[in-house]
């Protein structure tokens, strides 16, 4: 069985940082690529940031230069550092994985529970 569990989401105020973490554990046999994406209220989920196994990251235009994503491949883990964040960066955010479970080698698209992320100006 394959879960993602985020942490890290909380309360901050404009100009703050936070770090979010996920792990991903369960039967995977490898993952490609991780990321974090958010959804505010009335909106659709959009990426946020991804990183491959390789190691190469992309972002949302929004977050560039202030959220990096980072990813350690040993642990199944990855985490986003969010800096100088803005009031419209308040939403749930998820992790998010990709990749190949155990033991039919099934690939799959996997999903965490949320985590509150709210932004006070």
């Known amino acids: 069985q394959v879960q993602l569990v985020e942490s890290g989401g909380g309360l901050v105020q404009a100009g703050g940082s936070l770090r979010l973490s996920c792990a991903a554990t369960?039967?995977?046999?490898?993952?490609?690529?991780m990321g974090w994406y958010r959804q505010a209220p009335g909106k659709q989920r959009d990426l946020v940031a991804a990183?491959?196994?390789?190691?190469?990251?992309n972002y949302a235009d929004s977050v560039k230069g202030r959220f990096t994503i980072s990813r350690d491949n040993g642990k199944n883990t990855v985490s986003l550092q969010m800096n100088d964040l803005k009031s419209e960066d308040t939403a749930v955010y998820y992790c998010?994985?990709?990749?190949?479970?155990?033991?039919?080698?099934?690939?799959?698209?996997?999903w965490g529970q949320g985590t509150q992320v709210t932004v006070s100006s």
């Open positions: 998010n994985a990709e990749g190949y479970t155990l033991p039919t080698f099934a690939r799959g698209n996997y």
């Open positions: 369960g039967s995977f046999s490898s993952i490609n690529a």
């Open positions: 990183i491959t196994s390789g190691g190469t990251a």
